[in-house]
């Protein structure tokens, strides 16, 4: 996902609380727990990271993430690359720029 509120650095637990506030807003403590949904990796210095969850839910947790934005000082928050294994996540979040931004990769559980 990415920030158009690029004048902050987000901490790991300023965003993870906003995501897990939306998914409780959206579906209750039965959906947050249904989606498996998880922070796998926050890179701060490139401000992203890698989102976790069930294939079955990646449409959810999709809309916590653009929730979540206004949750953080309106800040516009959305899902850049979605794949099935955290291995190529991982190397996805690897070839983003360091800038201040807010990348999330999901990845699908099958």
């Not at 690029?6 to 939306?22: A, C, F, T, V, Y």
């Not at 490139?46 to 069930?54: D, E, P, V």
């Not at 809309?63 to 899902?79: E, H, K, P, Q």
């Amino acid at each position: 996902m990415e920030s158009k509120n690029g004048d902050k650095i987000w901490k790991r637990r300023e965003i993870e609380e906003p995501l897990i506030n939306s998914l409780l807003v959206l579906r209750g403590i039965v959906g947050l727990v249904e989606t498996n949904f998880k922070l796998v990796k926050y890179d701060e210095q490139r401000s992203a990271g890698i989102i976790s969850c069930f294939h079955k839910h990646v449409d959810l947790v999709r809309s916590a993430i653009l929730m979540a934005g206004y949750r953080l000082d309106n800040t516009v928050m959305y899902t850049v690359k979605t794949t099935g294994t955290l291995k190529k996540a991982i190397k996805i979040l690897e070839s983003m720029p360091k800038i201040i931004s807010h990348n999330f990769v999901d990845t699908r559980k099958e």
